[in-house]
């Protein structure tokens, strides 16, 4: 069973770049099928798709924040990261990883992270 | 941008009864691309129903969904006090993922 785990710092500072990381176990995040997302869910709130990347590199990312948003994969650490530049307190939010899959048509999360909370502080 | 507009914000009511909750597109949406997720506090959304209809793994079957076009029902047939939690409706569509805003069923 795929399991998603992410990671990063809890706090950055306004006007820097948000970094995060999802691991993933139980599968290869190389496998053919599979889109990688980052979703995120501020305090109370409701939740927010950020962007998403295949295997072979391609992405797709929410127009609201395209300009900020990196999303990259390293194949030999299992993993796909995010990057988000610039942030201010509105990106303070919960920060999930997830999956879609080819089964599904990529239309849906079947797995996901327990999530990672991010401040953004001075 | 499709935007999902779920109603009502809040539910109250009490276990055993039955939950009727409503998402409404702002474009048609395919029901292949209509998905449920319920979330509890301090935890990921889990999936409820994918394909407007269809049941996710393990999800007990007094949940189901209905729906086509603009409009998208989740039903709750008899109310368990594990169901009381945030359920979300999501459309698949154009590269893009959008989420409604949520409703929030609680214990009356």
């Known amino acids: 069973q795929v399991q998603l785990q992410e990671s990063g710092p809890g706090l950055v500072k306004p006007s820097q770049t948000l970094s995060l990381t999802c691991t993933v176990s139980g599968g290869s995040i190389s496998s053919d099928g599979y889109y990688w997302s980052w979703i995120r869910q501020p305090g109370g709130k409701g939740l927010e798709w950020i962007g998403r990347?295949?295997?072979?590199?391609?992405?797709n990312y929410n127009p609201s924040l395209n300009s900020r948003v990196t999303i990259s994969v390293d194949m030999s650490k299992n993993q796909f990261s995010l990057k988000l530049s610039s942030v201010t307190a509105a990106d303070t939010a919960v920060y999930y990883c997830a999956r879609a899959d080819s089964s599904g048509w990529f239309a849906y999360f079947q797995h996901w992270g327990q999530g990672t909370l991010v401040t953004v502080s001075s | 941008e499709v935007v999902l507009t779920q109603s009502p914000g809040t539910l109250s009511l009490s276990p055993g009864e039955r939950a009727t909750l409503s998402c409404r597109a702002s474009q048609s949406v395919s029901s292949s691309y209509l998905a449920w997720y319920q979330q509890k506090p301090g935890q990921a959304p889990r999936l409820l129903i994918y394909g407007a209809s269809s049941r996710a793994t393990g999800i007990p079957d007094r949940f189901s969904g209905s729906g086509s076009g603009t409009d998208f029902t989740l039903t709750i047939s008899r109310l368990e006090p594990e169901d009381f939690a945030v359920y979300y409706c999501?459309?698949?569509?154009?590269?893009?993922?959008?989420f409604g805003q949520g409703t929030k069923l609680e214990i009356k």
């Open positions: 990347i295949y295997t072979s590199g391609s992405t």
């Open positions: 999501q459309q698949y569509g154009s590269s893009l993922y959008t």
